[in-house]
């Protein structure tokens, strides 16, 4: 009897230690990136514009994009297609990094053409609105500053880049929105 519990135990031992009993993987290593397979021709587009972003570069989705993939698409150069729109956060060692980034397309590819760091501690808003009244739409990016409130970058297309064009402060999304529609930078 003490025989067989004897090899009951040594069976049973040896077995867990085969089946590779260890430490479990950290969150980090079990977090990937998504797998575009199967995925609709937009999903597989938005996935090679996110490729030209730097590694583990993570793409920022305002509260007022509700259910958006974080891709703007807008006219800004008034040649007649559409550029696109990407902020992101970019880990950098222990701080992370906002961006901002226009993609251009020439021919079938695309090419990152302007990026600039972004200030604050998320994107509370990102779009396009023609606010100086050029006929041409300029690149709003709303920045929340935590405490502090929030604070508007807006760039305008000049001299085949973009340059900032104003900053502005605003409370919240009602005197952003008032900003947007109602006052004129200029």
Request: a negative charge; hydrophobic letters at 40%.
């Amino acid at each position: 009897m003490l025989t067989r519990m004897l090899v009951t135990g040594i069976t049973a031992s040896a077995l867990l230690w085969l089946s590779g009993c260890g430490m479990p993987a950290s969150p980090m290593d079990s977090i990937k990136p998504p797998v575009y397979e199967g995925a609709s021709r937009d999903d597989k587009f938005h996935a090679a514009l996110h490729a030209l972003l730097p590694q583990g570069a993570r793409i920022l989705v305002s509260d007022r994009e509700a259910g958006g993939q974080g891709i703007l698409y807008e006219d800004v150069d008034g040649d007649g297609s559409d550029e696109a729109l990407i902020v992101y956060e970019q880990s950098a060692l222990k701080d992370k990094e906002l961006k901002a980034a226009l993609l251009k397309q020439r021919n079938e590819d695309w090419r990152i053409v302007w990026d600039t760091k972004g200030f604050g501690y998320g994107l509370d808003y990102a779009g396009f609105s023609d606010v100086n009244e050029d006929g041409i739409p300029e690149i709003v990016l709303g920045w929340s500053l935590g405490e502090a409130g929030n604070g508007m970058d807006i760039y305008e297309w000049k001299n085949n880049t973009l340059q900032l064009w104003a900053t502005k402060e605003y409370s919240d999304s009602l005197s952003l929105d008032n900003l947007l529609t109602s006052y004129k930078f200029k």
